[in-house]
């Protein structure tokens, strides 16, 4: 069953029209689209300790001192809990929007491809973080890479919306927008407030 959805996720990274033959379009599929969240908690993971690296290898190549970036049970509770109310932000808001939309109907077909479609978000966003760590590619190329992904991801996210909403690329193009505009006023806004509540001590 996750196979066969994560395949359907990423037939649409190919435009293929056929990935919704594969995805559960289902009431049950819908509630277990949110189980994809279980295989992104290792890769969030895992890119934690990836950024701590990468943090860590760059303050001593500047001459100073490595921070002492420990990454605990603490560390990894709150980025779990941080990407679990990250992932429920676009379900919760598309509520509104799609009724406002007159597109309430579609709202399942949405949710669905997109919660699986953010496994392979997850997955395009690591190879510019592993390059770096393995130091092959410098900063700026790191920025270059990763502005790439936005793009990619934007793209992805139009395209899963416009055929899961098939209404038009306006429509299709705005709720992308709104989806990346939503993440990073979290992540850049809340998310530092909720860490300096939560971890103190990293501060």
Same mark, same amino acid.
């Given at each position: 069953?996750?196979?066969?959805?994560?395949?359907?996720?990423?037939?649409?990274?190919?435009?293929?029209?056929?990935?919704?033959?594969?995805?559960?379009?289902?009431?049950?599929?819908?509630?277990?689209?949110?189980?994809?969240?279980?295989?992104?908690?290792?890769?969030?993971?895992?890119?934690? =300790?990836?950024? @701590?690296? $990468?943090?860590? *290898?760059?303050?001593? !190549?500047?001459?100073? #001192?490595?921070?002492?970036?420990?990454? /605990?049970?603490?560390?990894?509770?709150?980025?779990?809990?941080?990407?679990?109310?990250?992932?429920?932000?676009?379900?919760?808001?598309?509520?509104?929007?799609?009724?406002?939309?007159?597109?309430?109907?579609?709202?399942?077909?949405?949710?669905?491809?997109?919660?699986?479609?953010?496994?392979?978000?997850?997955?395009?966003?690591?190879?510019?973080?592993?390059?770096?760590?393995?130091?092959?590619?410098?900063?700026?190329?790191?920025?270059? =890479?990763?502005? @790439?992904? $936005?793009?990619? *991801?934007?793209?992805? !996210?139009?395209?899963? #919306?416009?055929?899961?909403?098939?209404? /038009?690329?306006?429509?299709?193009?705005?709720?992308?927008?709104?989806?990346?505009?939503?993440?990073?006023?979290?992540?850049?806004?809340?998310?530092?407030?909720?860490?300096?509540?939560?971890?103190?001590?990293?501060?």
């Amino acid at each position: 069953y996750v196979n066969r959805s994560v395949d359907a996720a990423f037939a649409l990274v190919m435009r293929d029209r056929r990935a919704w033959d594969k995805f559960d379009l289902t009431v049950e599929g819908f509630y277990r689209s949110f189980a994809a969240l279980l295989l992104i908690i290792p890769i969030n993971l895992i890119r934690d =300790l990836i950024q @701590i690296q $990468i943090i860590s *290898v760059e303050q001593i !190549r500047q001459g100073k #001192a490595a921070l002492d970036q420990t990454y /605990g049970l603490g560390e990894a509770i709150f980025s779990t809990l941080v990407l679990c109310v990250d992932w429920m932000i676009f379900p919760l808001v598309m509520v509104l929007v799609l009724r406002f939309l007159g597109l309430a109907h579609r709202y399942a077909p949405l949710i669905i491809a997109h919660n699986w479609g953010t496994i392979v978000v997850y997955l395009f966003s690591l190879p510019p973080f592993l390059l770096l760590a393995a130091d092959f590619i410098s900063y700026t190329d790191f920025a270059a =890479l990763y502005l @790439i992904m $936005i793009v990619f *991801v934007l793209y992805y !996210r139009f395209y899963t #919306a416009e055929t899961a909403l098939d209404a /038009g690329w306006s429509v299709a193009a705005s709720v992308a927008l709104l989806g990346l505009v939503l993440q990073t006023y979290f992540w850049f806004l809340a998310v530092p407030l909720a860490e300096s509540t939560w971890l103190p001590a990293a501060q």
